[in-house]
């Protein structure tokens, strides 16, 4: 089963019960707050191709059940999915706020062994992270189809049979390609879904590579939609949220 359908399988009683209070669609990010006092985060990934209306005339989940939002995880154009994720997590917000704070990403690279000379894969460039690598020895490769790095291919053999541990956005939902990385990873690699739309729980990611779950949960609700609504990135975000890492 894909990801995304575990991801709505997950939160459909949720969804359920709740309503879409906000939605708001930033430059940076996403954020939706729902009924039960939640509010999530996630990447707005827009498609290339795009006119002046990225949503379509008709399209209002405000007021609505969580459910007519949900199944657009699965289906139709990234900035939906966004959207989807970011109910998602608002859904999960609670629960998310208790988890470990991971500030400087120590819990992250230790449960990947991130020692000398182990072997990163990196799906999406994170460059706040470079640094801490480059001190704890490691030896990085990098793919990012957004900003051209890399070689999608060639990479692939690369996560087959040389990543040791292996590093993933959680963009990866956005535009559909979660599954063909998880597929591509070696069975005695670590991985770890990193980033702000990074949803928080364990059960979607049973019986796949990934060990960790590293996101943004924000803890103070009008800043965070002050920060999407003027098209700010993580690092604003995080200063009102929880840098949270869950351990599967």
Known sequence: MKISKKLFEAFRENAEKNTVELVSVGLGYTAVTVSGGGIGLAYTFLDSEHGCSVVDKDADFEGKSCLDLL????????????????????????????????????????????????????????????????????????????????????????????AQAVIVTSTSILNDTIDGILENIAPDAKAALLGPSTPLIAAPFENTPVKILAGTVPREQEPILKAVRHGKGTPALQKFSLKACLLL
């Open 71 to 162: 199944p657009h995880i699965e289906e139709g154009p990234p900035v939906y999915r966004a959207m989807a994720l970011a109910l998602i997590n608002a859904l999960n917000h609670r629960d998310a706020l208790v988890l470990k704070e991971d500030r400087k990403n120590d819990l992250l690279f230790d449960a990947l062994d991130i020692g000398d000379s182990t072997r990163v894969a990196m799906v999406g460039h994170f460059g706040p992270l470079m640094p801490k690598l480059r001190e704890r020895g490691a030896q990085v490769e990098v793919v990012d189809i957004q900003h051209g790095i890399g070689d999608p291919e060639a990479f692939k053999e690369k996560l087959r049979t040389w």
